[in-house]
């Protein structure tokens, strides 16, 4: 009465191809595209928070303003350098595709005990990184990061 169900009766040759390719192009394609974006958004993220970071310390310790953002930007750059920037990435003003940095604090152009150097920069973040192409898009990222100078440091007073 019941006759069993052959593998000729179902009639399903022919679709693992088609499956499969839309199973690559569908599924693994963008997860691969997903995981070959992070890296970069991470590594630019971390190029501006060490940028910050390390130009602000070099602000407080420096024994003077001018001297202390020379030093500052020499080492911004350097850092920027290191992550495959070159010195016609920066610009003067925030502008997507560019770098940019700003000093500042709350007493800009000196350093006293007790205040503070801010410094804030800006760098570019490619939007998404597609194997065998490159970027497509980008966005900039920013981070400040604010320093004291300390309470007790000896600074030259000027006048005294």
């Not at 199973?23 to 630019?44: E, F, K």
């Not at 290191?82 to 502008?95: I, K, L, Q, V, Y």
């Not at 940095?101 to 939007?127: D, W, Y």
């Amino acid at each position: 009465m019941n006759q069993p169900i052959t593998r000729a009766a179902t009639r399903e040759a022919g679709f693992t191809t088609p499956e499969w390719l839309l199973g690559i192009g569908l599924i693994i394609m963008p997860v691969i595209v997903i995981v070959a974006s992070i890296a970069p958004w991470y590594q630019r993220a971390n190029m501006a928070t060490l940028i910050a970071q390390e130009t602000a310390r070099v602000m407080v310790l420096a024994d003077d303003w001018e001297s202390g953002e020379l030093e500052a930007t020499t080492l911004a750059v350097e850092i920027a350098n290191n992550h495959g920037f070159t010195a016609g990435d920066w610009c003067g003003s925030p502008a997507p595709g560019c770098l940019w940095m700003a000093i500042g604090g709350t007493s800009p152009g000196t350093i006293r005990r007790g205040t503070e150097v801010a410094v804030q920069v800006e760098v570019p973040i490619p939007g998404v990184v597609v194997p065998g192409v490159g970027d497509i898009g980008e966005f900039q990222w920013s981070q400040l990061h604010t320093e004291r100078v300390d309470d007790y440091r000896s600074i030259e007073v000027p006048g005294a």
